[in-house]
């Protein structure tokens, strides 16, 4: 994939990042699901990038109208069958989005259909430290 933008406004200011998310660095924590708290993808499973990538805002309506925002910063996944629990919708455009498997929170990122590739964006999701 080259520089372009892909089917997510940029978003100032996200909580959820940590300080020492670097580009191709591993999550350290479990990846959880922000409505249900479903673990998603567990520790070093995904590596964080830096992309303009565009998604659906989360929508609470059926038949709403669909904005879109870019947002920046996500983790990449090299295999669908990486992830613990994570629903995908059908193609849409050449992109299937992925949605929390429990509770169908999302989108919570996507994948291209011609890649194994997919992208989990950080400001859908929660980073959990194990105590």
């Known amino acids: ?6 089917p997510t406004e940029l978003v100032e200011g996200n909580d959820n990042k940590c ?3 670097v580009d191709n ?22 590596k ?5 990538i565009e998604l659906p805002m989360v929508s609470t309506t059926k038949g709403e ?6 947002l920046d ?7 669908i069958f990486t992830y613990e629990n994570m629903g995908f919708s059908n193609t849409v455009e ?5 949605v929390c498997a429990e509770c169908e929170y999302g989108p ?17 999701i929660e980073q959990l430290k194990d105590s």
């Open 65 to 70: 109208e669909s904005v879109r925002e870019t």
């Open 94 to 98: 050449g992109f299937k989005y992925l």
């Open 19 to 21: 300080e020492d998310n």
């Open 108 to 124: 919570l990122g996507l994948m291209n259909s011609n890649e194994k590739k997919s992208y989990l964006s950080l400001d859908r």
């Open 48 to 52: 964080f990038i830096t992309r303009k």
């Open 25 to 46: 660095k591993l999550n350290e924590f479990k990846i959880v699901c922000k409505k249900c708290s479903c673990v998603i993808l567990r520790p070093n499973q995904g």
């Open 73 to 79: 910063d996500h983790l990449e996944v090299d295999d």
């Open 1 to 6: 994939m080259d520089s372009q933008v892909i």
